[in-house]
């Protein structure tokens, strides 16, 4: 009798306990995924908020839940990607990734070909050396817009642009680069991150990339 009357409390208090059992609350759909590609213009922060009443990301972008994955100098101009994606994100920003990213740079003067080869080759910055980049003279892109200021020109010294792509993103790395050699940057446009580039953007306006497309 004493032991049918303990099976009976245990099942009773088994029962108890799975009608205890809290329910699993659903889990919430996740959000997909969206990329924001901006030409962002010259005298521009990469960011939404400023204390100085500077411009920031909040002029040009009305796309709630994405922030920017790196940043563009104050003084550069071309593509910034901001996205909603922790994952992508950090994959784009952490150095250990290498994700190459093509500017299109105006230089004071003419390099020559050892100037070049240098950044090839790799320089020493201040910060320790530079990987090898892949840099080609072209001619001023036919789509690119005025900059607002105009660069100062000195008229007794060319111009020329260069193409340059880094797997790096030290701070103002490419002028760095470019002044290490001899050649000061007057003008730099970042076209290309990863797959994304510039292509159809008008400076100072973005498109927004969803779950597939992106």
Request: net charge positive.
């Amino acid at each position: 009798m004493h032991q049918r009357n303990s099976k009976a409390a245990g099942q009773a208090r088994s029962s108890n306990a799975r009608r205890r059992k809290p329910l699993r609350r659903p889990d919430r759909p996740r959000e997909a995924r969206r990329i924001v590609l901006f030409n962002k213009p010259f005298d521009v922060l990469s960011q939404f908020t400023d204390g100085g009443n500077r411009a920031t990301l909040a002029d040009y972008i009305q796309e709630p839940g994405v922030y920017a994955a790196g940043r563009l100098d104050r003084d550069s101009e071309g593509l910034l990607l901001l996205t909603n994606d922790g994952a992508l994100q950090a994959k784009l920003t952490q150095p250990g990734k290498k994700t190459s990213k093509t500017y299109y740079v105006q230089v004071e003067g003419e390099p020559d070909e050892a100037a070049l080869q240098a950044l090839r080759d790799g320089v020493t910055l201040n910060d320790g050396p530079t990987l090898p980049a892949k840099v080609e003279r072209i001619d001023e892109p036919h789509w690119l817009w005025p900059r607002n200021p105009p660069i100062r020109e000195r008229k007794a010294i060319p111009t020329s642009w260069l193409s340059i792509s880094i797997i790096e993103g030290r701070n103002r790395q490419v002028r760095r680069m470019t002044a290490h050699i001899g050649y000061p940057t007057l003008r730099l446009i970042r076209y290309r991150i990863g797959s994304w580039t510039l292509d159809g953007l008008a400076n100072g306006e973005y498109r927004v990339l969803h779950g597939n497309e992106s």
